[in-house]
């Protein structure tokens, strides 16, 4: 199976290059971002729960989180692959995923890390904030919130799978069509 984490900052365009990438490969998408939004339009105790977090920048508890996912893996048992969009953002989230893959006898085929300087960063997402209604892509503060979390819990995952010889980086600033040709050369290695 081809297993992909897909990594970066707070709208490096993590969840833009994994719609090219699910048509591409025929894979299936998990957004730990897109999921928690969906509890919280339906309205649900867990969607209640993590908006308060969300809209503050916060990360949502690992437990809950590794329990959404583990959810999403059994229910796409015949999937010929994953992509992971956003998820793992701690270390403790990438140790569960490799259990949860290690007990279907599977594992991360390799995590891709899209570079991007903040204040790049700040300025998608506060477009994308004008559009999207996401209360926590209109305020700068917030905005900055989400990347210091970034950086003190999310950035070490990236240590968690160089030590595993899976971590690859490249370069997301551009076109999206160029940053997608630089990912599928990566992926293109990492099937051959
Ligand atoms: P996410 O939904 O994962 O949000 P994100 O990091 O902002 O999105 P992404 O990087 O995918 O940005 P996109 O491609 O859309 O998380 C939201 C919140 O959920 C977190 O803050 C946290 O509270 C919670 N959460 C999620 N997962 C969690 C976990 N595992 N553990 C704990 N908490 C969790 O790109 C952004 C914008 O840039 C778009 O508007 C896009 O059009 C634009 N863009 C993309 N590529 C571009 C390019 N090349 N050039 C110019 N613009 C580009």
Do not use: C
């Not at 890390?113 to 997402?125: H, N, P, Y």
């Amino acid at each position: 199976m081809l297993n992909i984490v897909l990594f970066g900052p707070p709208g490096a365009g993590k969840g833009t290059q994994s719609h090219h990438l699910i048509q591409k490969y025929n894979l299936v998408h998990l957004s730990t971002g897109d999921i928690l939004r969906g509890e919280i339009s339906n309205g649900t105790p867990l969607g209640l729960e993590a908006k308060k977090l969300m809209d503050q920048g916060l990360l949502v508890p690992d437990e809950v989180v590794i329990g959404m996912i583990s959810n999403k893996l059994d229910q796409n048992a015949a999937a010929k692959g994953f992509i992971f969009d956003g998820f793992p953002r701690t270390v403790a989230q990438a140790e569960a995923l490799d259990q949860l893959l290690t007990s279907k006898n599977d594992g991360i085929s390799g995590m891709i890390a899209l570079e991007v300087d903040e204040e790049e960063l700040q300025k998608r997402l506060l477009i994308r904030g004008k559009d999207s209604g996401r209360p926590d892509d209109q305020n700068p503060e917030i905005i900055k919130k989400r990347v210091a979390e970034y950086t003190s819990k999310t950035a070490q995952v990236a240590n968690y799978y160089q030590s595993q010889h899976k971590f690859y980086a490249v370069k997301g600033v551009g076109s999206i069509d160029e940053i997608f040709g630089n990912i599928v050369k990566v992926i293109e290695e990492l099937t051959k």
